[in-house]
């Protein structure tokens, strides 16, 4: 059974930086795409960046392209997200989760999740 744990989340200005981060633990990931996905209340979850088993591929929502950067280091079992130019409609729970589904962008696709760390982002 895989557990992952997000860490990184807090309370920033509009346009600041944060880093994500999600260790996994029960057994590697590395041969599992993985997701972060984030959540507001009322709402349901929202895609907001994937990537493959090796690293190779990765695939972004159109509102965080070019602001966020995914990456995992497999040694480690662990995935990032880096998130730059942050907005106040950024503001969510954010979620690391695992999949056997090469390329899943629906939360359905995702097997294994965290408990999800709080990123606010303040006008």
């Known amino acids: 059974q895989v557990q992952l744990v997000e860490s990184g989340g807090g309370l920033v200005q509009a346009g600041a930086s944060l880093k994500l981060s999600c260790a996994a633990t029960?057994?590697?990931?590395?041969?599992?795409?993985m997701g972060w996905f984030r959540q507001i209340p009322v709402k349901e979850q929202e895609f907001v960046a994937g990537i493959s088993e090796t690293g190779d591929f990765t695939y972004y929502a159109d509102s965080v392209k070019g602001r966020f950067t995914i990456s995992r280091d497999n040694a480690k079992d662990t995935v990032n997200l880096q998130m730059n130019g942050l907005k106040p409609e950024d503001t969510a729970v954010y979620y690391c989760?695992?999949?056997?589904?090469?390329?899943?962008?629906?939360?359905?696709?995702?097997?294994?999740w965290g408990q999800g760390t709080q990123v606010t982002v303040s006008a």
């Open positions: 989760a695992a999949s056997w589904v090469p390329g899943a962008k629906s939360p359905q696709g995702y097997a294994y």
């Open positions: 029960g057994r590697t990931v590395s041969n599992l795409a």
